[in-house]
């Protein structure tokens, strides 16, 4: 895959080797992330960084990543603050404001939009999540992680067994990750869910097509081998009430006596946050803060690396940013 100057819409652009080229790239960008160095490979380059949904970790890490290459980021959030809000096209939109940086990320409520957004655009977009369809860099990074801790364990993506766990319907990061996973060999996916927020059919058939081995079910029964279990968020935000969200929010609830009873002493947590840790919800328990197989914040962690990666990639500069090095001058906690 060329990476340069190309957009990133959807993982259905990757294959194993793109992939792997992405996660060698986002090695190389530990001692940047951790501060032990910096670089300016991007002085003066700038990121639009357009959120217009809510969002924390991947906004603030898609400017961190950028900032950490020595980039500036222009921050755009929320629809009603922007004229697509008094009817501007989104071809129009993004064809002003691809004149006013080098490289855009975007998020937004409508599945397909920032495909459509990118029709306009005279700069690579990067997708940071388009509805309920994909969330690429999510997927990338879900995985990168998924690879660092199998690898720890000594296994690998290949024979793996993933159980997903919550709204796998709404979920935009558990159908990229599943597309993505369906790039590997032997997979054993167990699909855990209400069945009216199932894993839709398209998904299902991709997993099907790539050879793999998937159940589905409403019940967490039961002891399950596997190696990830990736919980999620009941998306009350794709619900048409509060009152239908409110049918499946805890319904699925993560805690150490859970975990132990259903889980290997191994298995690895994961979610791609945030998870609701409202009294009735609560998906996913404080109990297991101190699990060290509780992944999420390496997940977060690794995200700028691998959103550092993915900038690195499109702008043409991954092969020289340590040219770039300069030394830090303040304290740094490694
Ligand atoms: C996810 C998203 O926005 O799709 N969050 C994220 O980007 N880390 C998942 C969610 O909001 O539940």
């Given at each position: 895959m060329n990476?340069?100057?190309?957009?990133?819409?959807?993982?259905?652009?990757?294959?194993?080797e793109a992939i792997e080229q992405?996660?060698?790239?986002?090695?190389?960008?530990?001692?940047?992330?951790?501060?032990?160095?910096?670089?300016t490979v991007l002085n003066g380059a700038?990121?639009?960084?357009?959120?217009?949904?809510?969002?924390?970790?991947?906004?603030?890490?898609?400017?961190?990543?950028?900032?950490?290459?020595?980039?500036?980021?222009?921050?755009?959030?929320?629809?009603?603050?922007?004229?697509?809000?008094?009817?501007?096209s989104l071809?129009?939109?993004?064809?002003?404001?691809?004149?006013?940086?080098?490289?855009?990320?975007?998020?937004?409520?409508?599945?397909?939009?920032?495909?459509?957004?990118?029709e306009g655009s005279r700069i690579p977009v990067i997708n940071g999540g388009d509805g309920a369809?994909?969330?690429?860099?999510?997927?990338?990074?879900?995985?990168?992680?998924?690879?660092?801790e199998l690898h720890a364990h000594g296994s690998t993506i290949d024979g793996m067994h993933i159980a997903m766990i919550g709204d796998l319907k709404h979920g935009r990061t558990v159908h990229s990750l599943s597309k993505l996973m369906c790039l590997f060999n032997n997979i054993r996916f167990t699909l855990i869910s209400p069945k009216e927020l199932a894993m839709p059919t398209a998904i299902i058939n991709a997993i099907e097509n790539s050879g793999h081995q998937y159940t589905i079910t409403e019940q967490l029964a039961g002891s399950l081998d596997a190696d990830i279990c990736y919980q999620t968020r009941i998306q009350?935000?794709?619900?048409?009430?509060?009152?239908?969200?409110?049918?499946?929010?805890?319904?699925?609830?993560l805690n150490h006596q859970v975990y132990t009873k259903h889980f290997q002493s191994k298995t690895v947590i994961m979610h791609p946050l945030p998870r609701d840790s409202r009294a009735e919800a609560n998906e996913l328990d404080n109990d297991l803060n101190l699990n060290p197989n509780l992944a999420i914040f390496r997940q977060t962690d690794n995200g700028v690396l691998v959103r550092m990666?993915?900038?690195?990639?499109?702008?043409?500069?991954?092969?020289?940013?340590?040219?770039?090095?300069?030394?830090v001058h303040w304290h740094v906690n490694s």
């Open positions: 990476f340069t100057g190309s957009h990133i819409l959807s993982v259905n652009q990757f294959d194993r992405v996660f060698q790239v986002a090695d190389r960008m530990l001692p940047y992330a951790k501060r032990q160095k910096r670089t700038i990121l639009g960084n357009l959120f217009f949904e809510p969002s924390t970790r991947t906004r603030v890490s898609f400017g961190t990543a950028f900032n950490l290459l020595g980039g500036e980021v222009r921050e755009t959030t929320g629809l009603s603050n922007s004229a697509l809000a008094k009817g501007e071809y129009d939109t993004a064809r002003v404001l691809s004149g006013y940086s080098d490289i855009i990320a975007m998020r937004h409520p409508d599945a397909g939009s920032v495909a459509e957004f990118a369809n994909e969330h690429p860099t999510q997927a990338l990074l879900d995985l990168y992680t998924i690879q660092k009350e935000e794709r619900f048409s009430s509060q009152d239908e969200a409110n049918l499946y929010r805890g319904r699925f609830r990666a993915l900038f690195a990639l499109t702008l043409g500069v991954e092969n020289i940013v340590s040219k770039f090095d300069q030394n």
